[in-house]
Antibody, heavy 117, light 110 residues
């Protein structure tokens, strides 16, 4: 059974940093691109970034470029999102998702990041 | 980077069919057959229901179907059921190598 479990969310002050983790199981992690997608309260989905299976290729949406960094550790079946210089508009539920068949076919349950003083 | 355009809401009665549109540009929907649709219930993670414009993952009802014409993709749900009441999001690959979602459509089953 494919499972993705995010962690690391919480309350962060503006300008602060947080690192999200996503541990996966049930598939060969290194064979898949992985994405981070967020959803602000009451709003729609926003794709943020993805990373190739071996980490060699990475893409970012402009709104997080230079502030967020995606990475992975295939030995630990783990995906990460380092988020720096956080703003109130970064408040959202952050989902990790597996990229497959040119879509995100499996999603985690999400972790809430609240940016507030 | 603008989102794809979806109607904010649609509604239909049980047994009816509804269609949700998703309009993009020649750089995304118009350029690639990499359109997907997700269903999301309140407080839950999105679930993939259509990929590559018109394909259904295993276990997804054939009441869900997808299509594309030019820069617009569509999701049709036939034989509406109460359990179909949810938010629906389209997504497409873009020529800059990124992915983009639509703003989402709230489906109400009357």
């Amino acid at each position: 059974e494919v499972q993705l479990v995010e962690s690391g969310g919480g309350l962060v002050q503006p300008g602060g940093s947080v690192r999200l983790s996503c541990v996966v199981s049930g598939f060969t992690f290194s064979n898949y691109w992985m994405s981070w997608v967020r959803q602000a309260p009451g709003k729609g989905l926003e794709w943020l970034t993805n990373i190739e299976g071996d980490g060699s290729r990475i893409s970012y949406v402009d709104s997080v470029k230079g502030r967020f960094t995606i990475s992975r550790d295939n030995a630990k079946n783990s995906l990460y999102l380092q988020m720096n210089y956080l703003k109130s508009e970064d408040t959202a539920v952050y989902y990790c998702a597996r990229d497959n068949i040119w879509a995100r076919d499996f999603w985690g349950q999400g972790t809430l990041v609240t940016v507030s003083s | 980077q603008s989102a794809l355009t979806q109607p904010a809401s649609v509604s239909g009665s049980p047994g009816q069919s509804i269609t949700i549109s998703c309009t993009g540009t020649t750089s995304d929907i118009g350029a690639y057959n990499y359109v997907s649709w997700h269903q999301q219930y309140p407080g839950k993670a999105p679930k993939l229901i259509i990929y590559e414009v018109a394909n259904r993952p295993s276990g997804i009802s054939d009441r869900f179907s997808g299509s594309k014409s030019g820069n617009t993709a569509s999701l049709t749900i036939s034989g509406l059921q109460a359990e179909d009441e949810a938010d629906y999001y389209c997504s497409s690959f873009r020529s800059n190598g990124n992915w983009v979602f639509g703003g989402g459509t709230k489906l109400t089953v009357l």
